[in-house]
């Protein structure tokens, strides 16, 4: 009787010493890595907004009741071999309660790179200019473009194209023709803390040499904090071909405060 419990025990000890632990399948863990892994190249992919928002504001009272606000921002998202685009100007000035000035300005654009610094546009734009009569001005177009420089120091971008141009004036006049475009976007940075940058865009007519429009920004900035920068900014619009009693250009000259992001 004592034989059986003895060969019994015996045998489950055995059982119990002779399991290997369980581990996981080294399959299992390959593909879980891979999952991680793209689920992390994936999130970079989908891509964030970048760029930032500026405001500028002027006031005096007295002899002078003078006020002047204004708006400026920019960003960009890049995802992969895309990149979007976009930025807005508003600016509203008044004397003695009098509005002497409304404008705003906005663009967008597409990029898709078909190389490492080669890519193709889309691009639009739109104005209204109530000083210079003008109660809507747009153009849409495509084009080629070339990324000559992007790093740490210097971005070097200039682009060329054609598009459609329509400028609707306060008292009627609508105007359309086509359009080639000549871009280009400069920036470099001074120091660590200072940099210069200017872009712009010209638009000659292709019906009649006299009609050129441009616009075009030039810029200083200063890093303030890791979010906080302060800018001197030039904004020119130029039409070759304004409405009587107008002046070709318009010059706005900005101090402002804005927020990176």
Sequence with gaps: MLVLPLVLGSTLG??????????????????ATAAALQDEVAAEDLGIWRGGLDVGLTKS??????????????????????RYTAEGLWYYATQDD????????????YDKFVSEKTYVYVNGL?????????????????????????????????????GWFDE???????????????????????????????????????????DIYGVATTDFAAVLSESMVAKLQWVLTY???????????DNIYLLTVGWKF
């Design 126 to 162: 739109a104005e209204t200019n109530e000083q210079a009569a003008v109660d809507i001005r747009w153009t849409i177009g495509a084009g080629l473009g070339e990324q000559w420089r992007d790093d740490d120091q210097w971005r070097i971008s200039t682009e060329v194209g054609v």
């Design 14 to 31: 055995a059982a119990t010493v002779l399991t290997p632990p369980t581990t996981p399948a080294p399959n299992a863990v390959t593909l």
């Design 61 to 82: 009272e007295g002899n002078a009741n003078n006020s002047s606000y204004a708006i400026t921002g920019k960003a960009v998202r890049e995802m992969g071999t895309h």
């Design 98 to 109: 009098a509005r002497t000035q409304r404008r705003a300005l906005g663009t967008l654009k």
């Design 239 to 249: 039409d070759n071909t304004p409405q009587e009693g107008n002046k070709r250009a």
């Design 168 to 210: 609707k004036y306060d008292d009627g006049v609508n105007e359309e023709f086509l359009v080639i475009r000549g871009a280009w976007d400069v920036s470099t940075a001074i120091s660590e803390t200072l940099s210069f940058g200017t872009s712009g865009e010209v638009f000659p007519s292709l019906d009649d040499a006299d």
